[in-house]
């Protein structure tokens, strides 16, 4: 284990642990946009910099990359941190105005208005909608394009992408809520990624329940689990599993 | 296209992905810009996501998704060339080819690109028309230099 100080307090970490995962596990929050604990991190936002002090000399780095060393002294509300963090929080709030999330956080570091000249953008650049196409769902259907200002997420070519299964993860994993996903009778829709998928029917409710790439995908994936569950929408595979458990409970068991 | 071109340059370099900027390279020395069906082959070859090769292909300025001409005109924005009145210049060849800065002609025979600061300011201002540099360029002169290519 590895010692060092957080906010004067002592704490442990694991070797190749960051600062980050250190202070939040006795509970020192730091804030994150570009963080996921399930991704690699990537040191996008820049608004989880905290001052790291090392044989008496400072300096500011991100918390989220930043692995833990013996006898380190980080503090993560200083002035020079504040200072550093407002500036970030002045420049994401101009990129994105009109972001709850960003606002919320620019607030509280006493931003109103930035100084800046006033963009539209909703998204960040964060990459987590990257990362978790590429590390979890393991398909790469989007991706980081051009460059400088014109840097932006998108498919290749801008059209929709032939990978794309349209699971949504993006969505999910996005800290501005820049990607839709929504369900149209039987199409799931992602308008930023161009995305149109037909969805499948439930072979027992009729209800349409996921785009019939994604439940192709996951077949080849598993085989094993049998065709079936791939054509059962989940709350009727909850409902077909649980008559089955009580069906054997009460033959076997007489619990019910 | 001929796949098997495609083919030899991604065998060259053992198809591996990290050599995949001499590859784009070489596609693009080939074909003049990155043609699409080539990347898709790139991505059958080296087993790559495509948007691994998006990326890199939009990332640096040398690569083009879009056909360039037979020649390439890079005309200098430097500070040198815009004092001595490059803009007249790039108006000039604008309104000589028919296209605006960024664009190609339509029978592929030239594209324009603008450039930052060749470094021979001396010379200002400069254009260049692929390996063949210009300097002190008049607006009088331009159509007679556009006829050297063809
Ligand atoms: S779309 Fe959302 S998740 Fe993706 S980079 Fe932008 S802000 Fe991050
Ligand atoms: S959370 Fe650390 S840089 Fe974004
Ligand atoms: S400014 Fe044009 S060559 Fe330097």
Known sequence: MIKLTIDNREVEAREGATILEAA????????????????????????????IIRKEWSRLSTACTYPVQKGIE??????????ARKMILEMLLARCPNVKKIKDLARDMGIEKPRFELDNEECI???????????????????????????????????????????????????????????????????LWHTELKKRKCRLCGEFFAPEVEIDFLKKKDARLGEE???????????????????????????? | MDLEVIDKIADRYKRKESA???????????????PKEALLHIRERLS?????????????????????????????MGTACHVKGVVR???????????????????????????????CCSLAPVVKIDGDIYGKVKQEKVSRILKKYE
Do not use: M, W
């Open chain 1, 74 to 83: 980080v503090k993560t509300n200083s002035e020079k941190v504040k200072r």
């Open chain 1, 229 to 256: 569950i791939f054509e059962t929408c989940p709350s009727c595979r909850k409902k077909e599993l649980g008559n089955k458990i009580l069906y054997t409970n009460s033959r076997r068991r007489k619990y019910v």
């Open chain 2, 48 to 76: 790559i996501p495509l948007t691994h090769i998006l990326g890199v292909a939009t990332f640096y300025n040398i690569f083009t998704l879009k056909p360039r001409g037979r020649h390439l005109i890079n005309v200098c």
């Open chain 1, 125 to 191: 650049l964060c990459g987590l909608c990257v990362r978790v196409c590429e590390e979890i769902v393991g398909v790469s259907a989007i991706a980081f394009f051009n460059r400088g200002t014109e840097r932006e997420v998108n498919t290749p070519y801008e059209i929709n992408s032939d990978v794309c299964l349209g699971c949504g993860a993006c969505a999910v994993v996005c800290p501005t809520e820049a990607i839709k996903a929504e369900d149209i009778k039987e199409i799931r829709k992602i308008p």
């Open chain 2, 20 to 34: 995949l900027i001499g590859i784009l390279q070489d596609i693009q020395a080939q074909y003049n810009y990155l």
């Open chain 2, 89 to 119: 210049i790039l108006e000039k060849i604008e309104r000589e080819l028919g296209i605006k800065t960024g664009e190609t002609t339509a029978d592929l025979r030239f594209s324009l690109e603008p450039i930052r600061c060749l470094g």
């Open chain 1, 24 to 51: 939040r596990k006795v509970g020192i929050e730091i804030p994150t946009l570009c963080y996921h604990q399930a991704l690699t991190a990537y040191g996008a936002c820049r608004v989880c910099t905290v001052e």
